[in-house]
C-alpha cells in the first residue's frame, strides 16, 4: 500500500497566476499520475510523471500550461500555470505498481479561481 | 483501454443489497475489471478487482460471466457510509501496463435511511 500526502488541500487563486501541487509518497513507487476532476464529473488523466524525465502528457493537455516535476521516485509536483476559472477543479495524484495492479490516490487539492 | 458503461446513479436503502452492473463489451483477453469507490472530498479507493466468475472480499463481492462482457459488483446490506460513486475500470496486467486508469462516468450511489 502507500499513503500520499497532497498540498495544499484547497486553495483560492486570482486569475493569471499560478498554483504548484505537491504530492508525497510514504514509499519508492514506479508511476505517478495526475488527475483532474472538474466539479460534479469523473476524473481525467492530465499525466504520468517519468522519475528523471519529462513527463507523458495525455491529449488537451500541454506542458506549457501543466508543468510537472519528478525528482525522485516520493515526490512529484503538478504546477497549474496561467490560471482561470475553468481551472477551478480537483487535481489528484495518484501512484501505482504497474501491471494492473491497485493505484492509490491522495486526498486532492480543491484550487477554486477567482 | 476498454470503454466502460454503467447507471449513472443508483438509490438504495439502508439494510438492502445493491448490485451495480457494468458493461464492457470490448474487454480484451488480458483486460481485468476493477472497482474504485469514492467518497466526496476524497480520491478514488480501491473496492475489488477479479478476472472471471466470482470474487469476495471484506467489502463486496464482483460476479463475472463467462463471457465478461459485463460484470456486477455487490455490495451486502449497505449503509448511509456506503453512499459513493462508484466506478468500473477494465485493464490489463502484467508488463504491457502502464498504470494509467482511465475512468468512465461512475455510478453514483445514494444509501437512504
Known amino acids: 500500500s502507500a499513503v500520499i500526502s497532497q498540498k495544499p488541500s484547497r486553495d483560492i487563486c486570482q486569475r493569471g497566476t499560478s498554483l504548484t501541487i505537491q504530492c508525497q509518497v510514504d514509499?519508492?513507487?514506479?508511476?505517478m499520475f495526475w488527475y483532474r476532476q472538474q466539479p460534479g464529473q469523473s476524473l481525467t488523466l492530465i499525466a504520468t510523471a517519468n522519475q528523471g524525465s519529462e513527463a507523458t502528457y495525455e491529449s488537451g493537455f500541454v506542458i506549457d500550461k501543466f508543468p510537472i516535476s519528478r525528482p525522485n521516485l516520493t515526490f512529484s509536483t503538478l504546477t497549474v500555470s496561467n490560471m482561470s476559472p475553468e481551472d477551478s477543479s480537483i487535481y489528484l495524484c495518484s501512484v501505482g505498481y504497474g501491471g494492473g495492479t491497485e493505484a492509490f490516490f491522495g486526498q486532492g487539492t480543491r484550487l477554486t479561481v477567482v | 483501454l476498454a470503454k466502460t458503461t454503467q447507471p449513472i446513479s443508483m438509490d438504495s436503502y439502508e439494510g438492502q443489497e445493491v448490485n451495480i452492473t457494468c458493461s464492457h463489451n470490448n474487454i480484451a483477453t488480458n483486460d481485468y475489471i476493477t472497482w474504485y469507490q469514492q467518497f466526496p472530498s476524497q480520491g478514488p479507493r480501491f473496492i475489488i478487482q477479479g478476472y472471471k466468475t466470482k470474487v469476495t472480499n471484506e467489502v463486496a463481492s464482483l460476479f463475472i460471466p463467462a463471457d465478461r462482457k459485463s460484470s456486477t459488483l455487490s455490495l451486502p446490506r449497505v449503509s448511509l457510509s456506503d453512499t459513493a460513486v462508484y466506478y468500473c475500470l477494465v485493464g490489463s496486467h502484467g508488463s504491457g501496463n502502464t498504470g494509467k486508469l482511465i475512468f468512465g462516468q461512475g455510478t453514483t450511489l445514494q444509501v437512504k435511511p
Open positions: 514509499s519508492q513507487v514506479t508511476m
